[in-house]
């Protein structure tokens, strides 16, 4: 793969995480990846993301999540004109636990 600018999205993150087989791969590849916090982040935005698609209101998701009202709002504006990569996958993991 050619070297990529800063302006540029490298593809070989986001093609081996397609490649993890199982959740404890997926762990051990996000732990080695990502400092503690990163992670408690990325985690407490999906976790918000998914509160807000089950309609709780901004009180109730701080109360479930400790997240700041700055995070909840972002994470509301990316679930209305983000990429639809939250609802996409919340709707499946909706789908597979039906």
Request: aromatic share 8%.
């Amino acid at each position: 793969m050619p070297k990529t600018t800063n302006k540029e999205r490298s593809m070989a993150l986001y093609e081996t995480i397609l490649q993890l087989n199982s959740l404890e791969e997926c762990i051990a590849f996000f732990d080695d990846l990502c400092t503690v916090g990163e992670l408690r982040a990325m985690e407490q935005r999906f976790d918000v993301a998914t509160l807000l698609d089950n309609g709780l209101v901004y009180t109730e998701i701080l109360e479930k999540t400790g997240a700041s009202s700055a995070t909840i709002s972002r994470v509301n504006r990316i679930f209305s004109f983000g990429a639809g990569g939250f609802r996409t996958m919340i709707e499946r993991r909706k789908k597979q636990t039906q």
